[in-house]
């Protein structure tokens, strides 16, 4: 197999491979095409470029290890996807006693989730700045699972596959988080304060 060969190998192709031959050139491959990807949902979990760099490495070592456990049910990006947010989740549980300040909330990300909900119109009227901000305020899991659907815009089915689930749990993940976010948003505006 020639280089240009393995450029053009599905990421699908490149895993089967890798495994079956614990190849840690054609991992190179992977690597280059989805370090950024997952250094920018590191760094939304981290408390500077140093710690996300940190995670970055942690996750390309982790998968390496754990290829073997990607069945093909889903996209590979979006296996690497949920895989990614799972270790910062658990990054983050375990450095609690951190202040992490999460900068991967886009406000565009944001606004879908204002747009998807239409049974919770609340959603509507939130200020993005605040809605950001309150982000913050939910379980690590909570903000995932927001994030995988509003800002990769990862569908139900993919959402149930990438973090092994059925399709109602999604649902009702998603429909807990987003009220949990609603709550926390209206405490801080009723109760005055800045966010």
């Avoid at 944001?110 to 993005?128: A, H, K, L, P, Y």
């Amino acid at each position: 197999m020639t280089p240009t060969d393995v450029h053009t190998l599905t990421d699908e192709a490149l895993v089967e491979a890798i495994v079956k031959n614990n190849n840690t050139l054609l991992f190179e491959v992977l690597y280059d095409r989805y370090s950024s990807m997952v250094y920018n949902k590191c760094y939304g979990f981290a408390n500077g470029v140093d710690e996300a760099k940190d995670l970055t490495q942690d996750v390309f070592l982790r998968v390496f290890v754990k290829l073997g456990s990607f069945k093909g049910k889903s996209k590979f990006s979006t296996w690497l996807y949920a895989f990614t947010y799972n270790h910062c989740v658990n990054y983050v549980t375990r450095n609690t006693a951190k202040k992490i300040e999460k900068k991967s909330v886009s406000s565009d990300s944001i606004e879908n989730i204002g747009e998807d909900v239409d049974s919770t119109r609340e959603f509507q009227n939130m200020r993005v700045e605040k809605l950001k901000k309150v982000m913050e305020l939910i379980s690590p899991d909570e903000k995932m699972i927001l994030l995988l659907k509003y800002e990769d815009n990862l569908t139900i089915k993919e959402l149930s596959e990438a973090l092994d689930i059925g399709e109602s749990a999604v649902k009702m993940r998603l429909k807990r988080a987003k009220e949990k976010l609603v709550q926390k948003y209206d405490n801080y505006t009723k109760n005055g304060q800045s966010i």
